[in-house]
């Protein structure tokens, strides 16, 4: 899942730029194209300029390793060969990860440190036999020559990570990397060892699960049977599978409740699948930072889907688990409610100031000739008032009813009047502040057709020109 600062980036940049950004990085040497990518990926670990560099790695990924409906993996790339099962389980950026989540940030270091110190015998023997593979152009030995090599890398992994790992644990996970790479290094080798048993396990699963009813649940359990899956270890990594597939992926915290058979969070919490309230909550935490940095950035395309999942995953966890207020699970999810509160709720407040700037009927004489209103003001104008009617479907559940509805009905009220008023103007005013008063009226009623409908917002359009016609009327009489 990429960072919502990378998400920006992309969905800010053309299609045309990010072409040309993936034609330019094609046209480099190979070396150079390595060259980069480590360099930008120490640029994440070190927490510089992440938007930017996960950007370009992103394209610099796509085109040297190529599509991802590749039928046979790229013999020329080893690291991706050994790292490959990893993939449903990524994320960009350095930051903190939940259970079920590893930092692509962490693969070169951890890739580096095989190949110096951790099976340096066995990355040469890989190595050389994947050079003699691509010298005959046949791949039919690759599979187990890189199962092999996972297994291989998995075992020196878990020995020097796993809790029960004895010597100097410390100095020799040092050499590794740093915190956040040792942080990955069990969850790496862990899901290295259990390959086959999580290809078996998503085979079973069905690919898109709208509802996660009774009968869902149970297949899934049952697919979720394999030793290897059950570890504490290993079923974040399932659930996250799982996650992957719902619409509504607050929806994991019903195989919880299921194998608890009861809603108490303190019998949830005693099962090892109460990892998945754990889960839920941290993913709604971060679409709540989400949210909070697209309206900081004044982006609110997505805002209206990033509150409904918002809504849905908070009253989901609320209405299906008995949370105690004070306990941590409770804790967490006051937090992020309050946490979207405070996000949302001084943007609400500043829209009616916004919108009066842009209706305020100022007297002839102060409007100077040529004065125009800014048709950006208008355009974020008209996406915050729309913010401010999304929000209010949502207001209760996010504890935001109050502002939002106040808001909501003070733009209202003002809009409908500063219309009407606008409108008239046109009838009497001055012809050189005609073209003013016309952007104003535009813009009215494309702030009237949110807040009360179509329709009224045709009304308006159909008086706003009446008006026109009716002040020309009498100038062209008086002239004859």
């Known amino acids: 899942m990429p960072s919502s600062d990378t998400a920006l980036y ?17 046209q480099l040497p190979p070396q150079s194209q390595a060259l980069l990518m480590r360099e930008f990926e120490r640029a994440i670990e070190r927490g510089e300029e992440t938007a930017i560099a996960s950007l370009v790695l992103e394209q610099l990924r796509n085109v040297v390793r190529g599509t991802a409906q590749e039928a046979q993996p790229r013999i020329e790339d080893p690291a991706r060969l050994l790292f490959r099962p990893l993939e449903p389980f990524l994320q960009e950026g350095n930051g903190p990860v939940r259970p079920g ?29 994947l050079a003699r593979m691509r010298q005959a152009g046949s791949t039919s030995e690759l599979e187990t020559t890189v199962r092999k090599f996972q297994l291989a890398a998995a075992d020196v992994m878990i020995k020097i990570a796993a809790p029960s790992a004895t010597g100097d644990k410390q100095r020799a996970l040092s050499r590794i990397g740093s915190a956040n790479v040792v942080e990955d290094v069990l969850s790496i080798g862990s899901v290295l060892l259990a390959r086959e048993a999580l290809d078996s396990f998503k085979g079973k699963v069905p690919s898109h699960l709208r509802v996660f009813g009774d009968a869902q649940i149970a297949s899934v359990s049952a697919a979720l049977t394999a030793a290897s899956l059950q570890t504490t270890q290993m079923l974040p990594f399932a659930l996250s599978l799982i996650i992957q597939r719902l619409t509504a992926p607050w ?3 019903r195989i919880a409740t299921k194998i608890a058979g009861s809603d108490d969070e303190i019998r949830v919490g005693a099962t090892p699948y109460g990892i998945a309230v754990t889960i839920a909550l941290h993913d709604l935490s971060c679409l709540a930072a989400n949210l909070r940095l697209d309206i900081k950035r004044g982006y609110f395309e ?3 889907e990033q509150l409904k999942s918002l809504h849905e995953g908070a009253r989901g966890l609320r209405t299906e688990l008995d949370l105690r207020h004070d306990s941590v699970w409770g804790k967490q999810l006051t937090s992020i409610r ?20 842009i209706l305020r009927q100022r007297p002839d004489k102060d409007i100077p000739a040529g004065a125009r209103v800014d048709p950006t ?17 949502y207001a209760s559940e996010l504890a935001i009813n109050e502002v939002t509805l106040r808001t909501y009905s003070d733009l209202q009220h003002y809009v409908e009047q500063a219309t009407e008023a606008l409108v ?3 009838r009497a005013g001055e012809a050189k502040t005609r073209a003013y008063r016309q952007m104003q009226v535009a813009a009215a009623i494309r702030f009237c057709d949110i807040l009360f409908g179509h329709d009224y917002s045709s009304l308006m359009s159909r008086a706003a020109e009446n008006a026109l016609t009716g002040e020309r009327k009498p100038s062209r009489a008086g002239q004859k």
Do not use: K
């Open 251 to 253: 929806q994991i915290i």
């Open 338 to 357: 309050a946490d979207i509160s405070n996000a949302v709720q001084s943007e609400i407040e500043s829209v009616p100031g916004r919108v009066r700037r």
């Open 302 to 304: 997505n805002v209206g």
């Open 10 to 26: 992309t969905r800010r940049m053309s299609q045309t730029s990010i072409e040309r950004l993936r034609d330019y990085l094609g």
């Open 424 to 426: 008239q103007s046109l």
């Open 377 to 393: 003001e208008v355009d974020e104008a008209a996406a915050l008032i729309d913010f401010v009617a999304v929000c209010r479907t």
């Open 101 to 129: 989540q590893i930092r692509r940030s962490s693969l070169l270091p951890v890739w580096q440190w095989l190949n110096r110190d951790g099976v340096p015998d066995e990355a040469r023997e890989f190595d050389a036999a």
